[in-house]
């Protein structure tokens, strides 16, 4: 009777213990688009994350075609028996139309399941972490630049939220792209500065300065 009795209170404290880990078992939502080495990265960062914060973050990275001005949010509550608060949902569709017209494609959504959570990360910074890598004209696959995108993403959101904390996670991947992306745009902008001077304002400014010493 003892021995039964032992063996029941140790499996209600076994299932107490493994019943958290469960619901949390992995951020990821709905995968279309991931290989398998960056869910991996992804579990690792989340888990890290609500062992640290007690905040879940979730993924939705999906291969959909949504129309232009498709409701992400009204969308994203069919997934609402997997989401455990608090937490932040986010949704990355590269093929999500924005404008018809155009054809310009790709959405990233990020839905917190309070008005205080939504404090917790800096919207633009997660989003163009993602969007920056798509963006750039390189020889990697559409499938490697929405991996990569969707981590960088992600590892921004978390460190993000981990911040704000006073918590420093980590297995979260520095945004070197992001600096990339921006000592890119500075030489750009550096380069066309220099052209529109050479072949625009100093041309203008070399005629005046002939003109006033006539």
Excluded: C
């Amino acid at each position: 009777m003892n021995k039964a009795r032992l063996k029941v209170s140790f499996l209600t404290l076994f299932a107490l213990w493994i019943f958290p880990l469960l619901l949390n078992a992995t951020p990821l939502l709905r995968n279309d688009l991931l290989k398998i080495e960056a869910v991996k990265i992804i579990d690792d960062i989340g888990q890290e994350l609500y062992q640290s914060t007690g905040i879940n973050t979730y993924v939705i990275a999906t291969n959909e075609h949504f129309p232009e001005g498709f409701n992400l949010v009204e969308d994203s509550k069919k997934y609402e028996a997997k989401l455990s608060k608090p937490y932040v949902l986010f949704i990355f569709a590269p093929y999500a139309t924005i404008i018809q017209k155009s054809e310009v494609r790709g959405r990233v959504g990020i839905i917190p399941s309070s008005e205080q959570i939504r404090t917790l990360y800096d919207y633009e910074e997660v989003r163009d972490a993602g969007v920056n890598i798509v963006a750039m004209k390189d020889s990697n696959t559409d499938e490697d630049k929405f991996n990569i995108a969707v981590l960088q993403s992600y590892s921004v959101l978390a460190d993000n939220i981990a911040s704000s904390q006073g918590v420093t996670l980590t297995k979260t991947i520095p945004d070197e792209m992001g600096r990339m992306v921006m000592i890119l745009r500075i030489l750009i902008y550096s380069g066309t500065a220099v052209l529109l001077w050479i072949f625009v304002f100093r041309p203008i400014w070399m005629r005046r300065k002939n003109g006033n010493k006539q």
